[in-house]
Nanobody, 125 residues
Framework: QVQLVESGGGLVQAGGSLRVSCAAS????????MGWFRQAPGKEREFVAA????????YYADSMKGRFTISGDNAKNTVNLQMNNLKPEDTAVYYC??????????????????WGQGTQVTVSS
């Protein structure tokens, strides 16, 4: 069994920065790419950023471009999300995810096979 464990969430003031990290452990799996999604209360889970290991291509939701940076290590099955200039609307539970194939779009949750338990990020105004 594979587990994804996030860390690094917390409380920060608007304009501040946070870094969340995720590490996969357990059995070996075909890691095609990893990403971050977030879910605020009463809202659907939304795409934040992703990385595709074969090309090192990165993808971002429009509202995160220029503020968030995804990075990671395929060999270690780890992924990080550096979040700068945080806004109150970034408040959400942030979930790490991993996908084992290219099936479906990188931007949708259904493309991902493995999920972490989530870490809370709260941005105060």
């Amino acid at each position: 069994q594979v587990q994804l464990v996030e860390s690094g969430g917390g409380l920060v003031q608007a304009g501040g920065s946070l870094r969340v990290s995720c590490a996969a452990s357990g059995r070996t799996f075909s890691n095609y790419g990893m990403g971050w999604f977030r879910q605020a209360p009463g809202k659907e889970r939304e795409f934040v950023a992703a990385i595709r290991w074969s090309t090192d291509n990165t993808y971002y939701a429009d509202s995160m471009k220029g503020r968030f940076t995804i990075s990671g290590d395929n060999a270690k099955n780890t992924v990080n999300l550096q979040m700068n200039n945080l806004k109150p609307e970034d408040t959400a539970v942030y979930y790490c995810a991993a996908r084992t194939s290219a099936f479906m779009s990188t931007l949708i949750p259904s493309a991902y096979d493995l999920w972490g338990q989530g870490t809370q990020v709260t941005v105060s105004s």
